[in-house]
T-cell receptor, first 116, second 110 residues
Framework: EAQVTQNPRYLITVTGKKLTVTCSQN?????MSWYRQDPGLGLRQIYY???????DKGDVPEGYKVSRKEKRNFPLILESPSPNQTSLYFC???????????????FGPGTRLTVL | GQNIDQPTEMTATEGAIVQINCTYQTSGFNGLFWYQQHAGEAPTFLSYNVLDGLEEKGRFSSFLSRSKGYSYLLLKELQMKDSASYLC???????????WGAGTKLIIKP
């Protein structure tokens, strides 16, 4: 089954304790992205990756790191989590469209993170 | 700028028609998306408009006017399962960055 998986689905942690949220897709998509979703603010892009070893900042990258060593995986790293990073996180992937266009994104199930 | 606006909440009746509007202001535009998101779940793709006009897909249609910075999602023959949030997002230039609205929560009443 074609899908994007994220782990863990739920996480409660404390300020300053490093954590990693994994994301994996089995659709051979070049493009992957991380979003956070907060009430009233919609989805905001944290980082994205056009392909292996290519990553770029989105609109809210502060406090986050990513890596793209393999095409299928795009982990999100919080080196020193803080309470303002409490949020619902989504990973997404897609094929880039032809001629600079775009294709639909497929989203993972989400990770609900609480930082105390 | 990268403003995008849509109503916070709408209510409609089962079997009726509802139109959810989305307006945006941007210096770079490369298409507009609509996604559906049920509570506690991931967004799922509904439509993508890059040219002006109406795209129909079953009970759902999406319209785009680039000159007006305006789009709408039209849902016909509403069903209870259509209760969800509807997210519009525009593609900023061609760098694959989507700018998302906050979403419209649609409540369907019997």
């Amino acid at each position: 089954e074609a899908q994007v998986t994220q782990n863990p689905r739920y996480l409660i942690t404390v300020t300053g304790k490093k954590l990693t949220v994994t994301c994996s897709q089995n659709m051979n998509h070049e493009y992957m992205s991380w979003y956070r979703q907060d009430p009233g603010l919609g989805l905001r892009q944290i980082y994205y990756s056009m392909n292996v070893e290519v990553t770029d900042k989105g609109d809210v990258p502060e406090g986050y790191k990513v890596s793209r060593k393999e095409k299928r995986n795009f982990p999100l790293i919080l080196e020193s989590p803080s309470p303002n990073q409490t949020s619902l996180y989504f990973c997404a992937s897609s094929f880039p469209g032809a001629s600079g266009g775009y294709n639909e994104q497929f989203f993972g199930p989400g990770t609900r993170l609480t930082v105390l | 700028g990268q403003n995008i606006d849509q109503p916070t909440e709408m209510t409609a009746t089962e079997g009726a028609i509802v139109q959810i509007n989305c307006t945006y202001q941007t210096s770079g535009f490369n298409g507009l998306f609509w996604y559906q998101q049920h509570a506690g779940e991931a967004p799922t793709f509904l439509s993508y408009n890059v040219l002006d006009g109406l795209e129909e897909k079953g009970r759902f249609s999406s319209f785009l006017s680039r000159s007006k910075g305006y789009s709408y999602l039209l849902l016909k023959e509403l069903q209870m399962k259509d209760s969800a949030s509807y997210l519009c997002a525009y593609l900023r230039d061609s760098n694959y960055q989507l700018i998302w609205g906050a979403g419209t929560k649609l409540i369907i009443k019997p």
